[in-house]
C-alpha cells in the first residue's frame, strides 16, 4: 500500500515562539519529515521569529540540532537537510514591541500562503494577532494557529475568542489541539462512517457503556508549577477527552467537511449533562522510588489540583440517554494507554442456556500499538458440548498496513499540512471551545467551593480506589491499564 503525498502550495509559515520548546520537538522535526516526504514545495519557507537574538545561520544551526535529537534523520536522503534548512529565515522579534515586525514584514510574500504559528504562551496572543494586523502582514487569506491552552476557564475563551475575532474570521483561525491531528483519532471516524457494520449499533439499545482512557506514566516533571495551575480536568479532559467523546458520540456528520464535522460535535458538548459530585474521583500520586509525590514534585504540600481523574458522563439526546460515558486519564500510571472501549449489551436471550456475560467489547487503541480489537464470543475448542468463550478479533495498523501503517506521521506535521491546505476539519472552533469550558466550569468552581481534596494513589498503579468503585457501582469495572 503506497501512502499518497499531494504537495501543498507554496507558503511563508512563521513560527512565533520558533526557538521554543515546542518548535523544537514537535514542529520543526515534523516540518522536516514533511519536506523529506515531498510535501514542501519549492517555494515554501519557513520563519522563526522569537525574543532571543540570533541570525538565520543561527537558527538553522538550532534547527538541525532539533532535528538530529527529535527528526527521525534517517528517513530522509542525503543531503536533504541542508535543502531543507536552506528554507529556514529567523527573525528577533517582540511580541509586545516594535521590535523585529519591519524586518518580518520585509520577509513574508504577500502571493504565497502566509500562516502564523502562535507557538507562544496564550498571554502573547492577542498582541501578536493586533501586530500582525497593524504591520500589514494579513489578508483574507492568512492564517493563525493558535496552541493551547485555549483559556482557563469560559471567560478566559470567550475573551481570547473576542481578542483574535478583532483581526482574523474564524474561518483564519486554527486552535490546535494535537489529538485530533492522531492516525487513530481520524481513524475513529473512518471506522464508525466508514463501515456498515457498526453505526447501527452505536447507540444506547446496543451500547452498555464506553469508557475512554488516557493514561500517561509520566508525572509531571519539570513542567510542576505550570500543571499545578491547571490539574487533570483542564489539561486533558475539557480538551483532548472531550474531543474524542466527541468523535465516539457525535450523529454522523452529512459530509466531511469542516463545519459539518464542528456542527456535530458541538452537539454532542451542549447535550452533555451536568455531573453529580459523586459521579467524580480526583486523585494525587505518591512519590515512587525514583520519583517524588504529586505534591512535592509542584512545590505545595497542600495543593488541590488532580494528577487523576475518573467520571461518568451522560449525554442527554435520543441515541445516547442511558448509556453512560466513562472518562478517566491522569500520571504516574500502571501504562501509557490511551483507549475508548465500547462495550455492548449482553444477548436478550441466550440459546445456550445459563452461560451469561458475554458480550461484544470494542476497543480502539490510539497509543501505543494503534489498532481496533473485537471482542466475540465463539465456541471454546473441543468436546464436550457447546461452552462458549470470548476471543479477540485483534488487528494492528502496523501489521494490517505494513510500512505505511507503522510510518504514523505525527500528529503536528499532519496538523500544519491541513492549516496551509486551508483545511480546519481537525481543528476546534471557538463555539466548541466556549461549551466545553461552560461544562468544565461548574464542575471545577464546585471543587473549589466545597474545597475537596484529591485522593492519593500510588505510582505505577491504575488510579484512586475510589475510581474502582466509581464503575462497581454500576457492576462494571475498567479496562486494565495495559500497554
Ligand atoms: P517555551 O517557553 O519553550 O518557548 C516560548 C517561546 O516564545 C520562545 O521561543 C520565546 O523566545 C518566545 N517568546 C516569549 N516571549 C516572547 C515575546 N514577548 N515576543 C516574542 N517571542 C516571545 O514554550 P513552549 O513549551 O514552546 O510552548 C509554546 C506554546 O505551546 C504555549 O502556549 C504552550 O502552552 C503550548 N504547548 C506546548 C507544548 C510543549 O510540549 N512544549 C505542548 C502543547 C502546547
Given amino acids: 500500500m503506497v501512502s499518497r503525498v499531494i504537495p501543498v502550495d507554496p507558503f511563508d509559515l512563521v513560527i512565533f515562539g520558533g526557538t521554543g520548546d515546542l518548535a523544537r520537538r514537535k514542529i520543526l522535526p515534523g516540518l522536516f519529515r514533511r519536506f523529506c516526504a515531498g510535501q514542501m514545495p519549492k517555494g515554501a519557507r519557513v520563519i522563526g521569529a522569537a525574543r532571543g537574538d540570533m541570525d538565520s545561520a543561527a537558527y538553522r544551526d ?40 519591519d524586518e518580518l514584514a520585509k520577509l513574508v510574500r504577500p502571493d504565497v500562503v502566509r500562516a502564523y504559528y502562535f507557538s507562544v504562551g496564550p498571554s502573547l496572543f492577542a498582541d501578536l494577532a493586533h501586530r500582525l494586523n497593524a504591520h500589514g502582514l494579513t489578508d483574507a487569506d492568512s492564517r ?30 486554527y486552535r490546535i489541539d494535537h489529538y485530533l491531528g492522531k492516525e487513530t483519532v481520524q481513524n475513529l471516524m473512518a471506522v464508525r462512517f466508514g463501515n456498515m457494520l457498526f453505526e447501527p449499533l452505536w447507540n444506547s439499545q446496543y451500547v452498555d457503556h464506553i469508557q475512554i482512557t488516557v493514561a500517561e506514566t509520566v508525572g509531571v516533571g519539570g513542567r510542576g508549577e505550570y500543571y499545578d495551575k491547571s490539574g487533570a480536568m483542564r489539561d486533558m479532559v475539557q480538551n483532548h477527552l472531550m474531543q474524542l467523546l466527541c468523535l465516539i458520540a457525535m450523529e454522523p ?50 495543593t488541590r489540583t488532580e494528577s487523576y481523574i475518573a467520571m ?71 468436546p464436550g458440548g457447546m461452552r ?25 506535521e499532519r496538523l500544519i499540512m491541513d492549516v496551509i491546505r486551508g483545511n480546519q476539519t481537525l481543528f476546534m472552533r471557538g463555539d466548541e471551545v ?44 475498567w479496562r486494565k491499564v495495559a500497554p
Fill in 62 to 101: 538550532f534547527v538541525a540540532e532539533a532535528i538530529a535529537e527529535f527528526g527521525g534523520i534517517h528517513s530522509c536522503e542525503e543531503g536533504t537537510l541542508a535543502g531543507f534548512l536552506e528554507r529556514m529565515e529567523f527573525v528577533t522579534i517582540d511580541a509586545r514591541g516594535d521590535k523585529g515586525w
Fill in 434 to 477: 466556549e461549551a466545553a469550558w461552560a461544562w468544565t466550569d461548574p464542575i471545577i468552581n464546585g471543587w473549589e467551593a466545597r474545597g475537596e481534596v484529591p485522593k492519593t494513589y500510588d505510582a505505577g498503579s491504575e488510579g484512586p480506589v475510589d475510581a474502582v468503585q466509581l464503575l462497581a457501582r454500576d457492576t462494571r469495572v
Fill in 312 to 382: 461518568k458522563v451522560g449525554i442527554s439526546n435520543w441515541r445516547w440517554a442511558g448509556t453512560p460515558f466513562y472518562l478517566r486519564t491522569g500520571k504516574m500510571l500502571k501504562a501509557r494507554s490511551s483507549e475508548i472501549t465500547v462495550v455492548f449489551k449482553e444477548l436478550n436471550h441466550s440459546i445456550f442456556g445459563e452461560q451469561s456475560d458475554h458480550r461484544n467489547v470494542l476497543s480502539i487503541r490510539l497509543q501505543p500499538n494503534e489498532g481496533i480489537t473485537l471482542g466475540v464470543t465463539i465456541k471454546e475448542p473441543g
Fill in 253 to 302: 456528520p452529512s459530509k466531511f467537511d469542516p463545519d459539518a464535522v464542528r456542527d456535530e460535535k458541538l452537539k454532542v458538548i451542549r447535550a452533555l449533562d451536568d455531573v453529580e459530585p459523586y459521579h467524580i474521583v480526583r486523585g494525587q500520586y505518591e512519590a515512587s522510588e525514583s520519583e517524588p509525590g504529586y505534591r512535592e514534585a509542584v512545590g505545595d504540600p497542600r
Fill in 144 to 173: 493563525i494557529v493558535v496552541e493551547k491552552p485555549f483559556g482557563r476557564d469560559l471567560p478566559s475563551a470567550k475573551a481570547l475568542n473576542r481578542d483574535l475575532a478583532m483581526h482574523f474570521d474564524e474561518s483564519q483561525i
Fill in 388 to 412: 462458549l468463550v470470548d476471543v479477540p478479533l485483534d488487528m494492528s495498523f502496523a501489521e494490517a498496513l505494513g510500512a505505511d501503517g507503522a510510518d504514523q506521521t505525527d500528529a503536528y
